[in-house]
């Protein structure tokens, strides 16, 4: 298993949260879903699926691994974390996910379990 990158972590949280909408994602639904261009998003499903962390059936449709889950999870906790602790201090909504989006991959587990903590006591 490959030591996966931001990028990697932003495309498993789109299939993810595409897999809650859809019952069944495309290459075109992350596209779509992260404006992102088509070349960038084939490259990217190759380099998951050589790590292991998603598998692409015969007619093109992305599958999170147990591996990829587990990580697309734990990416997609940490931005609702962020996001709502960013909307209780008084940030809007669309820039709290867009910087929480942002802080979901470089923030301790640490800091995000205080920060779970601070908010449950609210």
Not at 28 to 39: C, F, G, T
Not at 94 to 112: F, Y
């Amino acid at each position: 298993m490959s030591q996966l990158q931001e990028s990697g972590e932003m495309y498993l949280e789109a299939i993810l949260v595409l897999t809650k909408e859809k019952s069944a994602v495309r290459s075109l639904d992350v596209a779509e879903y992260r404006n992102y261009s088509k070349p960038s998003v084939s490259r990217a499903v190759k380099l998951l699926r050589d790590g292991g962390y998603i598998t692409v059936d015969k007619d093109g449709y992305l599958w999170l691994t147990d591996v990829g889950r587990e990580v697309a999870e734990k990416i997609y906790d940490r931005h609702r974390v962020l996001t709502q602790f960013l909307t209780s201090l008084g940030v809007d909504s669309d820039t709290a996910s867009r910087d929480a989006c942002k802080m979901e991959h470089v923030i301790s587990d640490t800091t995000l379990e205080a920060i779970k903590s601070h908010l449950e006591k609210q």
